[in-house]
């Protein structure tokens, strides 16, 4: 069974940072991505980053030199680093696990298993 547990989130300062973690299991393919994704209150789930098996990587432009994501394999884990945090990354982060891409994805479609999500707050 594939499982995905993220964690890290909480209650930051503007300027702050967080580490996420994602943590994966119940699969194994030579090709995949994980991605993370954000949903703030009353909007939809957009993409932020996401990293494929070989390490490829992808940012939403509102997070470019902001957030660095890596995976740590002999862990099975994937980290968003997230630095310089601004009100407007308020949301619940969310991590998922595409089984069907050599290169890393925004898109949520593209994505089959998802994590429980872990609530980040920037208060101004």
């Known amino acids: 069974e594939v499982q995905l547990q993220a964690s890290g989130g909480g209650l930051v300062q503007a300027g702050d940072s967080l580490r996420l973690s994602c943590a994966a299991s119940?699969?194994?393919?030579?090709?995949?991505?994980i991605g993370w994704f954000r949903q703030a209150s009353g909007k939809g789930r957009e993409g932020v980053s996401s990293?494929?098996?070989?390490?490829?990587?992808i940012y939403a432009d509102s997070v470019k030199g902001r957030f660095t994501i890596s995976s740590d394999a002999s862990k099975n884990t994937v980290y968003l680093q997230m630095n310089s945090l601004k009100p407007e990354d308020t949301a619940v982060y969310y991590c998922?696990?595409?089984?069907?891409?050599?290169?890393?994805?925004?898109?949520?479609?593209?994505?089959?298993?998802w994590g429980q999500g872990t609530q980040v707050t920037v208060s101004s």
């Open positions: 990293i494929s098996a070989e390490d490829s990587t």
């Open positions: 998922g696990l595409s089984l069907s891409n050599w290169y890393p994805r925004l898109e949520e479609y593209e994505y089959d298993y």
């Open positions: 119940g699969f194994s393919r030579d090709s995949y991505a």
